[in-house]
């Protein structure tokens, strides 16, 4: 599952981020902090899903639809 197809108050953790080693997008997701392993919660989603506002390293961050197909995520898993 890719951020794109997340909503508002999902807890995801990042596991890939999708593109060539020089891909220029996948550079700039890395270069603001998402890698994979980083814990990210989804705060809003625009109406036709683009852009989506995520919260991640104690600040707010927005991400075009573009940009959050090429996040691969999965539900934080709960400890119980």
């Known amino acids: ?30 270069d603001v902090g998402i890698l994979p392993g980083t814990r990210m919660e989804v705060i809003k989603v625009a109406p036709l899903g683009d852009p989506i506002q995520v919260s991640l390293l104690e600040y707010d961050l927005i991400i075009r639809k573009s940009e959050a197909e090429k996040i691969v995520v999965e539900y934080e898993k709960s400890e119980s």
């Open 1 to 30: 599952m890719t951020l794109k197809n997340t909503k508002p108050g999902d807890v995801v953790v990042v596991s890939e981020i999708l593109g060539e080693k020089h891909d220029e997008i996948k550079r700039r997701i890395m």
